[in-house]
């Protein structure tokens, strides 16, 4: 079969892979400069930040044969058993960013970038999707497929499905998601704030602070901060500006602003579905469409790659 995969996060690369080890012919197609998606790497000057997932653990035997090629390979690694507190758990990074791994996983794969899907119809006579999606330069691009996989997040998905959307279940299509504002720090000095170089929840503002020269991302100094839901919420719509003035105000409890040499502001609006779905995909009764994604087998990168497998053994 012709598959498109609409999404190359890790759970459309992972679907992508298999499909093609099954002797699929596939596109995966992504509106992001880059591969990754929500596992996502920022260069500010010599400074590399991750700015998406920050880590990642490993719950599942399906998930740890994945780790351990990556490990293998050279694109993750271990980075320490706790934040300020030593809990025994194995967290691990990718290395050099959190897109090593993404990138890793493409390496094979025909992978289209800077392609946004508009629209995605089914031609129930030919058996037919057609893909309507624009390239950042204004150019229309139409692919045909035998089947679709959309791992967007799913109020992207809704978007883009036209009337099949409506044959998604109310349980999936009432998912939500919470935003995370983040701000991202070059420094003129590094500035320690644990052991392993990141705090979890230190506070009532952030979810997560990091120092990345102490994580092993960065040389130059460099640190993002990650912003609860809640507060992240109640912002999201301010102009980015305001959200990042006051973003900076905030950080003061870990770095003073003459220490900041450069700062950007990240808004990841469908940062984590705040409840998942008890299947790991869903697979359409009729078409040939499979709906994957973090929104399916957890909130985290081992639920997006777990559930990618599941998708294109749902098409297999
Ligand atoms: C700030 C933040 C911190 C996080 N921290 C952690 C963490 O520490 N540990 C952890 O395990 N998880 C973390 N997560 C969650 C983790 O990043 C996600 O669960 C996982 O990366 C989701 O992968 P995915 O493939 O399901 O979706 P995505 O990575 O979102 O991939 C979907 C892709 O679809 C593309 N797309 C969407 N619409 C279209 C369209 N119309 N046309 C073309 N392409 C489209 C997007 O560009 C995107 O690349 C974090 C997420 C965020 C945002």
């Known amino acids: ?50 700015h998406g997932a920050q880590f990642f653990t490993v719950r599942s035997d399906l998930f740890a044969t994945e780790v351990d090629e990556w490990l293998a390979n050279g694109v993750a690694r271990e980075w320490c058993h706790g934040f300020a507190d030593i809990d025994g758990h194995l967290r691990y990074m990718g290395v050099g960013g959190m897109t090593s791994i993404a990138k890793y996983l493409a390496r094979d794969a025909d992978v289209r970038l800077g392609v946004t899907v508009s629209q995605l119809d089914f031609n129930s006579m030919s058996g037919e999707w057609r893909i309507t999606a624009t390239t950042r330069q204004g150019d229309d691009v139409d692919l045909i497929a035998d089947a679709t996989v959309v791992t967007a997040p799913l109020p992207q998905t809704f978007a883009i499905l036209g009337s099949v959307a409506d044959d998604i279940p109310g349980s999936i299509r009432d998912i939500e998601y919470d935003p995370t504002l983040c701000l991202l720090a070059t420094l003129k000095r590094q500035v320690p704030v644990s052991e392993s170089g990141a705090l979890q929840s230190p506070d009532d503002v952030f979810s997560f602070v990091c120092d990345n020269v102490r994580k092993g991302t960065s040389t130059t ?14 912002h999201y719509d301010r102009p980015d500006d305001d959200v990042h003035a006051l973003l900076l105000e905030h950080v003061t409890r870990y770095i003073a602003h003459d220490d900041i040499d450069e700062s950007q502001l990240k808004k990841w609006r469908f940062a984590t579905p705040r409840r998942t779905h008890s299947e790991s995909c869903w697979t359409h009764p009729h078409i040939p469409l499979v709906l994957a994604g973090d929104a399916f087998d957890g909130p985290r990168m081992e639920g997006a790659a777990l559930s990618g497998i599941a998708a294109a053994a749902a098409l297999s």
């Open 221 to 234: 100094p460099s640190m993002t901060f990650h912003v609860e839901p809640v507060l992240s919420a109640s």
């Open 1 to 50: 079969m012709r598959i498109a995969v609409i999404g190359a996060g890790l759970s459309g690369l992972l679907a992508a892979r298999d499909l093609r080890r099954a002797g699929h012919d596939v596109v995966v197609v992504d509106k992001g400069g880059g591969v990754g998606g929500r596992m996502a790497t920022r260069r500010i000057g010599d400074a590399v930040l991750d």
